[in-house]
T-cell receptor, first 117, second 112 residues
Framework: AQKITQTQPGMFVQEKEAVTLDCTYDTSDQSYGLFWYKQPSSGEMIFLIYQGSYDEQNATEGRYSLNFQKARKSANLVISASQLGDSAMYFCAMREGQDTGRRALTFGSGTRLQVQP | DAGVTQSPTHLIKTRGQQVTLRCSPISGHKSVSWYQQVLGQGPQFIFQYYEKEERGRGNFPDRFSARQFPNYSSELNVNALLLGDSALYLC???????????FGPGTRLLVL
């Protein structure tokens, strides 16, 4: 069974500083995908970034980058130059591999990020 | 382009009642997945539909059912509601099953 672990229930960061949100995963699949989503208080899950298990380069999307360390089974999200609007819950998720047929997402418990002025 | 839409946004029901939640995917997306998010937790997978067929089911009782229509919209039905069914129900769509899932705003269900 797949598992996602986010060990930081809450994080504080000063505006304009960088912050790293931790995510470790466990799977026996060789092919899998890792995602980060942002969930503001409104509830909608907003897709941020994707990393495939066979991707050689770390994914980047604007101020977001994913620090993918396959051997350590970690997929940390780095947010550079934090903004007040970045305050939200952040979820790490893994998509099941092709062998299960479901391709569903397994989510971690989330990290609440608060950006301080 | 419009994103994933869900209706209603909020719903209050009493124990034992039945509820139907609706989802319209992003135009061109053929796969719809449903997730339940209890307060303070990450979302849990309920169902996935692709091309109008059920392609996956999470660990939920038979009180939960769903279907996908020819226009790729979807409904989630929950019968015999329990207090523990109170949650945010999220719908996500993707072009095909293995691609990135984009979520709607959710339906907040409160069971009294």
């Amino acid at each position: 069974a797949q598992k996602i672990t986010q060990t930081q229930p809450g994080m504080f960061v000063q505006e304009k500083e960088a912050v790293t949100l931790d995510c470790t995963y466990d799977t026996s699949d060789q092919s899998y995908g890792l995602f980060w989503y942002k969930q503001p208080s409104s509830g909608e899950m907003i897709f941020l970034i994707y990393q495939g298990s066979y991707d050689e380069q770390n994914a980047t999307e604007g101020r977001y980058s994913l620090n993918f360390q396959k051997a350590r089974k970690s997929a940390n999200l780095v947010i550079s130059a934090s903004q007040l609007g970045d305050s939200a819950m952040y979820f790490c998720a893994m998509r099941e591999g092709q062998d299960t047929g479901r391709r569903a997402l397994t989510f971690g418990s989330g990290t609440r990020l608060q950006v301080q002025p | 382009d419009a994103g994933v839409t869900q209706s209603p946004t909020h719903l209050i029901k009493t124990r034992g009642q039945q509820v139907t939640l609706r989802c319209s995917p992003i135009s061109g997306h053929k796969s719809v997945s449903w997730y339940q998010q209890v307060l303070g937790q990450g979302p849990q997978f309920i169902f996935q539909y692709y091309e109008k067929e059920e392609r996956g089911r999470g660990n939920f009782p038979d009180r939960f059912s769903a279907r996908q229509f020819p226009n790729y919209s979807s409904e989630l039905n929950v019968n015999a509601l329990l207090l523990g069914d109170s949650a945010l129900y999220l719908c996500a769509s993707s072009w095909v099953r293995g691609e990135t899932q984009y979520f709607g705003p959710g339906t907040r269900l409160l069971v009294l």
